[in-house]
């Protein structure tokens, strides 16, 4: 059975088999989720295991948990070898706990109800717009976790280890000024702001959102120390004055257009004339090629009636919010640094 995203050229039976593959991912979302549950990467870190190695380090049943896992390495997570023993493959990897950049709470986070349940209603948020996520829990994503501490922990750890290899890529790909203030406005815990800092020693910055991420911040550490400060608030209302560049990362595409023009307007008030907004979100390439900003507007339409946008979108948009797009910076990662001067 193919297990590519692009069809095979081949006879009626294998484009049948390669649709039927596609349209039962939920159940690849499932077995991921389970590996990760049960850290089967943490358990393969120090050599090849097999089934029933696992099963009794992790308190499972050896036959379902082979079963899993021999799919899973048919899809290049994990490797079977002759012996029968698992081994991690470089995409099993990033399933560790104990790595830099460790995607295991992104994959708790994106493979969790929240999202599985909400994509099941896709075909109704088609049929009449608006967010799946509310109609299903009576609340839009960022109220409701709001109500629910744990899933709004889970929410922060997961977006959190999902920015981690992209906050790296965006230092590495814009010029950032050697003085000045940087302000992440809606910046989580504040990944890309200690990258920053990190990187331009003469730097300051402001980590700006609500008090739940900025609760367990990432800023402490020497390398950054005296150089920040954390500020809570709705960006909807205003963001902190005075700083020589603002930073967007991953917030516009949680929003349709009119709140993002409310945002813009918002940073533009608190901007002085010239001074740079960076927005950092995939930018939607034309044509029909893969991207990963695809699938996240197919998620944001489910979750948030938000979206991805091209270029020319967010040059609309900038303009719509006082702002004139300069230009779009691919990075190392998935999202592009699009940048924009307030007029």
């Known amino acids: 059975m193919a297990t590519s995203s692009t069809p095979p050229n081949g006879a009626p039976s294998d484009l049948a088999a ?3 593959d596609q349209a039962m991912g939920h159940l690849f979302s499932a077995a991921l989720r389970t590996a990760a549950h049960y850290r089967i990467a943490d358990h393969l870190a120090e050599g090849p295991r097999t089934a029933e190695q ?3 380090a992790t308190d499972t049943h050896a ?8 799919y899973l ?5 994990f490797r079977e070898d002759a012996a029968g023993a698992f081994q991690l493959t470089p995409a099993a990897a990033p399933l560790r706990t104990d790595v830099p950049d460790s995607l295991h709470p992104a994959i708790m986070l994106s493979t969790d109800e929240l999202f599985l349940r909400t994509s099941a209603l896709m075909p109704e948020a088609v049929r009449e717009g608006g967010a799946a996520f509310e109609r299903l829990f009576g609340a839009p994503l960022f ?3 709001a109500s629910d501490p744990e899933r709004r922990e889970l929410f922060d750890s997961g977006m959190s280890a999902l920015s981690g290899p992209v906050d790296e ?3 590495a790909a814009y010029p950032f000024p050697e003085a000045g203030t940087v302000v992440d406005v809606g910046g ?12 331009h020693p003469q730097l300051s910055g402001v980590l700006f959102d609500q008090p739940p991420p900025l609760a367990r911040h990432l800023l402490d550490g020497d390398e950054v120390k005296g150089r920040w400060r954390t500020e809570e608030g709705d960006f909807f209302a205003s963001v902190p004055e005075g700083g020589d560049v603002y930073v967007l990362k991953h917030v516009l595409h949680d929003w349709p257009d009119a709140d993002c023009r409310g945002i813009l307007r918002t940073c533009h008030a608190a901007m002085s004339r010239g001074s740079r907004l960076l927005v950092i979100e995939c930018v939607l390439p034309q044509g029909n090629a893969p991207h990963f900003g695809k699938t996240l507007d197919v998620a944001m339409m489910a979750l948030l009636d938000g979206q991805e946008r091209t270029a020319q979108e967010f040059a609309t948009l900038l303009s719509d919010g006082g702002f004139r797009l300069t230009r779009v910076l691919p990075t190392a990662a998935f999202p592009s640094i699009v940048e924009a001067v307030a007029d």
């Open 63 to 70: 036959p379902h948990l082979r079963r899993v896992l021999r």
């Open 73 to 77: 390495a048919a899809r290049g997570i």
């Open 143 to 145: 109220t409701h976790l």
């Open 54 to 56: 696992l099963a009794v």
């Open 18 to 20: 390669h649709l039927m």
């Open 188 to 199: 989580g815990r504040g990944g890309l702001l200690r990258a920053v800092l990190r990187r």
């Open 169 to 171: 890529a965006v230092v």
